[in-house]
């Protein structure tokens, strides 16, 4: 099993604020995505990245996968309630395309 | 976009009963989907890789004999709980990949299931 370690569990921030979600293997990924799920929900793409080093902006998030593609991050800038969820990433080996998820970071944006 | 959706959404059942939660790739053919368990607060922990007209793929420490996979068709994907425990209770997720062994992954609704 491949452990994909994200940082920090639980985050409540403001409405308005930046943040920065982690997430670190000691595996090289071919690909890496990002999830957001809602409770009692599945998990929905957000980005996948592929490319050491890539960044990814979608709206205002920014998704950069490391130069080594071990690691990556997500930051939302200016942070507002609907992005309240649970964050996963999730990585695949090369050749397969069944994902390991992340440990999860749990956002909570207060209005 | 490809649509995967799970039946049943929430099942309740008692100690010792079985519990089947289909899987369906509604708009596309799926020769893989992947199960998934999550228990609360925590990630998704991938339970299974299911392969039409195969016998699935099963992850360490999941026991194949409690956990009854079938793929019979290239849109459908059940997972079987057997003999249920209250410790079985989790939110179960299936996923399908669209398009061959390089198309993209999509996730069902969840299926929530409660042994009492």
């Known amino acids: 099993t491949q452990l994909l370690e994200q940082s920090p569990q639980f985050l409540s921030i403001q409405e308005g604020e930046n943040l920065t979600v982690y997430c670190n293997s000691s595996?090289?990924?071919?690909?890496l995505q990002w999830y957001r799920q809602e409770p009692g929900e599945g998990p929905v793409l957000l980005v996948t990245v592929v490319t050491g080093g890539e960044v990814k902006k979608l709206k205002r998030l920014t998704f950069q996968f490391g130069d080594a593609r071990k690691d990556s991050s997500l930051h939302i800038t200016a942070a507002q309630p609907g992005d309240t969820g649970l964050y996963l990433c999730?990585?695949?080996?090369?050749?397969?395309?069944?994902?390991?998820f992340g440990t999860g970071t749990r956002l909570t944006v207060i209005p | 976009g490809a649509v995967v959706s799970q039946h049943p959404s929430r099942v309740i059942c008692k100690s010792g009963t079985s519990v089947k939660i289909e899987c369906r790739s509604l708009d596309f053919q799926a020769t893989t989907m992947f199960w998934y368990r999550q228990f609360p607060k925590q990630s998704l922990m991938l339970m299974a890789t299911?392969?039409?007209?195969?016998?699935?793929?099963?992850e360490q420490g999941v026991e194949k004999d409690k956990f009854l996979i079938n793929h019979a068709s290239l849109t459908l994907s059940t997972l079987t709980v057997t003999s249920a425990h209250p410790e079985d209770s989790s939110f179960y997720i299936c996923?399908?990949?669209?398009?061959?062994?390089?198309?993209?992954?999509?996730f069902g609704e969840g299926s929530r299931l409660t042994v009492l």
């Open positions: 595996s090289v990924f071919s690909s």
């Open positions: 999730a990585g695949g080996g090369t050749g397969a395309n069944n994902l390991f």
């Open positions: 996923s399908a990949v669209a398009g061959g062994s390089t198309g993209e992954l999509f």
């Open positions: 299911s392969n039409e007209g195969s016998k699935a793929t099963y």
